[in-house]
T-cell receptor, first 112, second 113 residues
Framework: SQQGEEDPQALSIQEGENATMNCSYKTSINNLQWYRQNSGRGLVHLILIRSNEREKHSGRLRVTLDTSKKSSSLLITASRAADTASYFCATDRGAAGNKLTFGGGTRVLVKP | NAGVTQTPKFRVLKTGQSMTLLCAQDMNHEYMYWYRQDPGMGLRLIHYSVGEGTTAKGEVPDGYNVSRLKKQNFLLGLESAAPSQTSVYFC????????????FGSGTRLTVV
């Protein structure tokens, strides 16, 4: 079973707009991570947020984590056509750590 | 610095055939993983290793075996391929799961006919 559930499953926006996607999970975590996957390629690590952190930024990316609600969000600001990809959240779970459990992903299409 | 290299990139097998997928990393990472990705789905963990000489089962280990004889290599074997094993296989590695993300290979697309 998947630990993370992304919402929405798909998102279509215009270049320059912001894209927001959410991830919910079920059990306690050590950290939560976001990855990007371009079509036919491997996953690329974007950002890691630890369970004691609430917000992290990396360039145009902003990630929040709410452990009380067991949820996280990824915001991409001022999107570009090159941001078109699938985005996955993944969790490193507490005592069952040392491995990541991935959600089903959000497919993002940025139209020029 | 090549990162994580997977071979082969593509393979077509007949049902019942065997094969080995090779994953090699040159980053001195302790942890290595094999995932499979099916259309429209996220990644599911097959097997993983927390160090040279160790392996452990993931979420979907049946039909697969692994070995980590050298720190830099993690092999995934299919002893008797089945059509249900048609998938894209990704290898990943990391230095430490608490503080670092994974580095992924580019994948192996396997079709079992």
């Amino acid at each position: 079973s998947q630990q993370g559930e992304e919402d929405p499953q798909a998102l279509s926006i215009q270049e320059g707009e912001n894209a927001t996607m959410n991830c919910s999970y079920k059990t306690s975590i050590n950290n939560l991570q976001w990855y990007r996957q371009n079509s036919g390629r491997g996953l690329v690590h974007l950002i890691l947020i630890r369970s004691n952190e609430r917000e992290k930024h990396s360039g145009r990316l902003r990630v929040t984590l709410d452990t009380s609600k067991k949820s996280s969000s990824l915001l991409i600001t001022a999107s570009r056509a090159a941001d078109t990809a699938s985005y996955f959240c993944a969790t490193d779970r507490g005592a069952a750590g040392n491995k990541l459990t991935f959600g089903g992903g959000t497919r993002v299409l940025v139209k020029p | 610095n090549a990162g994580v290299t997977q071979t082969p990139k593509f393979r077509v097998l007949k049902t019942g055939q065997s094969m080995t997928l090779l994953c090699a990393q040159d980053m001195n990472h302790e942890y290595m993983y094999w995932y499979r990705q099916d259309p429209g789905m996220g990644l599911r963990l097959i097997h993983y290793s927390v160090g040279e000489g160790t392996t452990a089962k993931g979420e979907v280990p049946d039909g697969y075996n692994v070995s980590r004889l050298k720190k830099q290599n993690f092999l995934l074997g299919l002893e008797s391929a089945a059509p249900s094993q048609t998938s894209v296989y990704f290898c990943a590695s990391t230095l430490d799961t608490l503080f670092y993300g994974y580095t992924f290979g580019s994948g192996t697309r396997l079709t079992v006919v």
